[in-house]
């Protein structure tokens, strides 16, 4: 099983880019979601889905778009990129939130000039 | 949003050594999870708590749910190099979809 596979692992953009980060599940988990991890600052919740067509925000949102057309892929869009967008992004998928692993992707670098 | 408060925030320790770690929040909490690090990958569970005042062991590792429901902790018995790594807190906000993560504590072993 692959589990949770993000692309791309780094990607350079300059300031007002726009680019999508891609994550696949083959688990048929039915939740999903993003987060942010920057230092001392721990992983921070950008937005998450419950299934396919439901999506919702987090904890820090503002800047980034998703959808989820499928149960399997849960992009995450950048539509202007800002130096404050820095950061490694992490997927993550789950069949349930407490009552079953969250199993995380390898993670994406962004950079932000 | 919740916030988990975790500490310390930093450690390193000699091989062999016991470990322990701790996450507090200003809210109660129905589950309490933790999570491990390893560097240049996502976290990944190690231990799942449900009920307060229960503790659960997963090898070397122990984690407490506390009678509060405020707080839990994490501590690893006889530490190895390879516990090196950020061990995260996380729980549910309460009637929520969204899980919310302590900051971390990051653990260096000296062999």
């Known amino acids: 099983n692959a589990g949770v596979t993000q692309t791309p692992k780094f990607q350079v953009l300059k300031t007002g880019q726009s680019m999508t980060l891609q994550c696949a599940q083959d688990?048929?988990?039915?939740?999903m979601s993003w987060y942010r991890q920057d230092p001392g600052m721990g992983l921070r919740l950008i937005h998450y889905s419950v299934g396919a067509g439901i999506t919702d925000q987090g904890e820090v949102p503002n800047g980034y778009n998703v959808s989820r057309s499928t149960t399997e892929d849960f992009p995450l869009r950048l539509l202007s990129a800002a130096p404050s967008q820095t950061s490694v992004y992490f997927c993550a998928s789950s069949y349930g939130l407490t009552d079953s692993p969250l199993h995380f992707g390898n993670g994406t670098r962004l950079t932000v000039t | 949003g919740q916030q988990l408060n975790q500490s310390p925030q930093s450690m390193f320790i000699q091989e062999g050594e016991d470990v322990s770690m701790n996450c507090t929040s200003s809210?109660?909490?129905?589950?309490w999870l933790w999570y491990k690090q390893d560097p240049g990958e996502g976290p990944v569970l190690l231990i799942a708590l449900y009920k307060a005042g229960e503790l659960t062991s997963n090898g070397r590792l122990t984690a407490q749910f506390g009678i509060t429901r405020k707080d839990s902790f994490l501590n690893i018995s006889a530490s190895i190099p390879s516990d090196v790594g950020i061990y995260f807190c996380?729980?549910?906000?309460?009637?929520?979809?969204?899980?919310?993560f302590g900051k971390g504590t990051k653990l260096s072993v000296i062999p």
């Open positions: 996380a729980g549910p906000e309460a009637g929520s979809y969204q899980l919310t």
């Open positions: 809210s109660i909490f129905n589950t």
């Open positions: 688990m048929n988990h039915e939740y």
